[in-house]
C-alpha cells in the first residue's frame, strides 16, 4: 500500500502570492496515478488535477501539478479568497486508493 | 450534469447493520466505476469501497473488508453500500463518488455525503 505524506499541514498565506504544496509517496507506481481535490468546509472534495498534471473539467489554470516518482507538488499561482481550503492528493490504481492528510490553506 | 445523492445515513448501534443508497443521474450510471469514501467529523478523507461499472469487481480498504459490501443497481442507477457490525470508529460522512473514466481512476464527482454516527 502507498502512503502518501502531505507537507505542510497548514500553509498560511496573503490572497496573490503563491502555494506550494508538497505530496511524497512511499513508493513507486507504474504511473503517474496521482491526483489533487480541494475541500471547503461543509462540502464535499472537488477534482482540480489528474494523472499529476492535467487540470480537471473547469479548473482555473491558476492551478497546475508536477512530479513524478515519488514526489508531486501542487501549486496555486495567485492565491484568490475562494481558494483558502484543504487540499488533498490520492494515489489511483492497482485497485487501491488513498488519500494523504490534507494540507490546509489558510489566510494570513 | 452528474448528480449524486446519498441516503440511509443516521443512529446506528455497534454491530447492527445500515444500508447506504446513492442515486445518480446525469451520466450513463452503468459506464463507470463507482466509489464510496468517507470522512470522520473533522478529519481527512479515507476511500472506502470502488465496483467495477457491471458491479463483478469489487474492491474495499483494508479497514472494511468483510464487513462492507459495496454493491449497485445498473436498472435503478444506483449505488449502494451496506455497513455490517458497524463500529464507533466507522463514525463518519460518506459520500459517493463517480470515477473519471471507464478504467479505474481519479474521482470526478462527487455527492454531498450522508452521516453515519455509530453508538449505543
Redesign the interface.
Known sequence: EIVLTQSPGTLSLSPGERATLSCRASQRSSGSYLAWYQQKPGQAPRLLIYDASNRAAGIPDRFSGSGSGTDFTLTISRLEPEDFAIYYCQHYGSSLWTFGQGTKVEIK | QVHLLESGGGVVQPGRSLRLSCAASGFTFSDYPM?W?RQPPGK????VA?TSHDGKNK?F??SVKGRFIISRDNSRNTLYLRMDSPRPEDTAIY?CAKN?GYN?????S????TLVSVSS
Open positions: 466509489h469514501v481527512g478523507l479515507e476511500w470502488v474492491y480498504a483494508d459520500y473519471a479505474y481512476g481519479p474521482l470526478d462527487w455527492g454531498q455525503g
